[in-house]
Nanobody
């Protein structure tokens, strides 16, 4: 009953921009921290951006100053604005919802991913 669906990926030239969207279904959203992660072929998944309920946002070191995460609780959607894209940004980008529950417990959901390719 809970789903996260990413969209907005595609092929862009170095220096270009893309905006990714993550639409959430179900009852969860406003009480969950939302995040963007990415995974390139043969590499581990890494944090891109994470926005907490309080409003604080963390960014991975490799994207600071270039990417911006937005959260719209009314639309149950989070966005990732990606500027000055470079070939190293090529990866599948995943949306994540996370919540801490109980003593040491947690719950999280993942989207199916959307491909971003940066190439000349």
């Amino acid at each position: 009953q809970v789903q996260l669906v990413e969209s907005g990926g595609g092929l862009v030239q170095p220096g270009g921009s893309l905006r990714l969207s993550c639409a959430a279904s179900g009852s969860i959203f406003s009480t969950y921290a939302m995040g963007w992660y990415r995974q390139a072929p043969g590499k581990q998944r890494e944090l891109v951006a994470q926005k907490f309920v309080q409003g604080r946002t963390n960014y991975g070191d490799s994207v600071k100053g270039r990417f911006t995460m937005f959260r719209d609780n009314a639309k149950k959607t989070v966005y990732l604005q990606m500027n000055n894209l470079q070939p190293v940004d090529t990866a599948v980008y995943y949306c994540n919802a996370h919540k801490q529950i109980g003593p040491g417990g947690e719950i999280e959901y993942w989207g199916q991913g959307t491909q971003v390719t940066v190439s000349s």
